[in-house]
């Protein structure tokens, strides 16, 4: 069964494609991980890798929308190294639209060729469409940075009794060394660091090479985290209607 996991910020742009992509680069499995890039706003990896937007996630959205169910593996491109991305489309508003649509539909993504599917959800604003996306995934990732405006606007959102919390942990991207004052400042939990580790975000970005980018701080980060959320136990979930008579 594939994992789901929502990577998401509430601002800023901390580094949700980076450690989405690393996640799933490195996601424990035979198979490569997916990166699904459902962010509202448009993607970058399109640009970062030099890859076409289709197929990706305005095909996918495509097939949903013609009925049938649609089978995400044939939405997605390998790039080299191993990961699989369904890139979104650059500009924001053709990517919302496949978003909305893709929010409207059951993903049968727990079902794909691969051990995960990582959705890159970009900013989670409060009429995001990506916010029906965070609330069937297995576990759910907020990436923040250790800015302190982000850190207490990120405070506020989590006190919401509507922010989607359902196995949450909170991912500090770039600086360095320990998280005990982000923790403070937040008010909550923070599972850890995924450092500064410019080598590795220009790897990632399509524009170095590294020879083990596994040795690297920002990959053994995302390793950790990857370990710590397969190793979770999930709460699968059931989309489709109940019998009549039948409660959850
Ligand atoms: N750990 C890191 N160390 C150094 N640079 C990083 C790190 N993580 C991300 N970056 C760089 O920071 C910039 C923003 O990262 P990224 O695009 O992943 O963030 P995002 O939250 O997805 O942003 P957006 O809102 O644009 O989608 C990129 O140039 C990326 O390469
Ligand atoms: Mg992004």
């Keep these: 069964m594939t994992?789901?996991?929502?990577?998401?910020?509430?601002?800023?742009?901390?580094?949700v494609t980076s450690v989405?992509?690393?996640?799933?680069?490195?996601?424990?499995?035979?198979?490569?991980?997916v990166l699904v890039e459902a962010d509202p706003s448009?993607?970058?990896?399109?640009?970062?890798?030099?890859?076409?937007?289709?197929?990706?996630?305005?095909?996918?959205?495509?097939?949903?929308?013609?009925?049938?169910?649609?089978?995400?593996?044939?939405?997605?491109q390998?790039?080299?190294?191993?990961?699989?991305?369904?890139?979104?489309?650059?500009?924001?508003d053709p990517a919302e639209g496949a978003v909305r649509l893709l929010g409207q539909h059951p993903l049968p993504l727990s079902s794909m060729a691969a051990p995960v599917a990582v959705l890159d959800l970009g900013r989670l604003t409060p009429s995001s469409p990506a916010r029906a996306l965070v609330a069937r995934a297995d576990h759910?990732?907020?990436?923040?940075?250790?800015?302190?405006?982000?850190?207490?606007?990120a405070r506020e959102h989590l006190l919401s009794?509507?922010?989607?919390?359902r196995d949450l942990r909170v991912v500090v991207c770039g600086g360095k060394g320990g998280v005990g004052e982000i923790t403070g400042a937040l008010g909550s939990a923070v599972w850890g660091r995924v450092p500064e580790d410019r080598r590795s975000a220009e790897f990632l970005r399509g524009e170095r090479d590294i020879a083990r980018p596994q040795?690297?701080?920002?990959?053994?980060?995302?390793?950790?985290?990857?370990?710590?959320?397969?190793?979770?136990?999930?709460?699968h979930m059931v989309y489709a209607p109940l019998p009549p008579g039948v409660n959850a």
């Design 42 to 76: 448009g993607g970058a990896v399109a640009v970062w890798r030099r890859i076409p937007t289709e197929p990706g996630l305005t095909s996918l959205a495509a097939a949903m929308r013609r009925g049938g169910g649609a089978d995400p593996d044939a939405h997605t």
């Design 215 to 235: 040795r690297r701080p920002l990959f053994k980060a995302a390793h950790r985290l990857a370990r710590s959320l397969s190793a979770a136990a999930t709460e």
């Design 161 to 165: 009794p509507s922010f989607p919390a």
């Design 20 to 33: 989405g992509m690393a996640l799933a680069a490195v996601w424990p499995g035979d198979a490569p991980g």
């Design 140 to 153: 759910a990732v907020l990436v923040v940075s250790e800015r302190l405006t982000e850190l207490r606007r």
């Design 3 to 15: 994992r789901t996991v929502a990577v998401f910020s509430l601002g800023g742009a901390p580094g």
């Design 78 to 92: 390998d790039l080299p190294g191993g990961l699989r991305v369904s890139a979104a489309p650059v500009t924001g």
